[in-house]
Every structure is written in C-alpha cells, then in structure tokens.
C-alpha cells in the first residue's frame, strides 16, 4: 500500500476459524487430553488412598506385635522373678553369691576402677577367691570368717 502512503509494520491474528470438520476434531482432541489428564490425578489419588490405608494396617499390626511382645516379656520377667524366689528361698546365700557375681560382671565388665572396703557386702566374696580351692566357705561367709 506504498501507493497510499501506508506502511504496514505489525500483523495480528486475533482469532482463527477452523472449517467445521477440522473444528469438531480439534475439540475432541482438547476433551480427550483433558480427560486424560483428569484420569492421570484420579489414579494418582487411587494410589495415595491405598498406600494410606496399608500404611495404617502396618501400622496395626506393628502396635498388635509391640503389644504381644511386651505381654510375652512380662509373662517371662514373672516366670524368672519365681525362679528366683524359689531358688532363694532353697538356699538363701547361694542366690546372694549368684547375684553378686551378677554384680560383679556388670559393674567390672565397664572397665571400672572400683574401691571396694573390706568389710563391704560387694567385696564379701571376693575376699575367699585365694581360699580353700578358691571356693567361699557356705556357712561362715556371712560371718566374715574364711
């Protein structure tokens, strides 16, 4: 349009018509993509709600195996606390002699310094380990007579 004195510098397309054939096609393929899409974050959820629910069965069956656990241990504390009960009350200062060596072994298996009086319970048996064939006198050990 020279001859008219007008310069053409921008173009823009501010819409576009498609023929009704290729337009009918282009909105099913925007309706299917969209579907698509819907379908995706619908499995998405699917999938979120199920881990969710194995997650609380785990979490069941964990609690229900911690509490049977702590029912089995209880039961087997008791069992031993009646062992020893038993066996203290057959013989009174071997369960002291085995409960001290108990002590014994966690106290010195740390490493420890210890000082130990010679007149103290801890130390009553240590103190017969050079005796007689290294055995602690039954019936005088109380007294602190080897």
Known sequence: MPNLGIELID???????????VEQRVYERMISERRRIAARFRSEGDG???????????????????????ETIGKADAEAARIYAEAYGQDPEFYALYQTL???KQTLQKNASLLLTTGSDFYRYLKYVNGVN?????????????
């Open 102 to 104: 108990d002590a014994y």
């Open 11 to 21: 173009v823009r397309i501010k819409s576009i018509n498609y023929v009704r054939e």
């Open 134 to 146: 290294g055995v602690v006198p039954h019936a005088t050990a109380k007294e602190g007579k080897p």
């Open 48 to 70: 979120a709600k199920i881990r969710g629910e194995k997650e609380r069965e785990l979490d069941r069956i964990r609690l229900e195996a911690y509490r049977k656990a702590q």
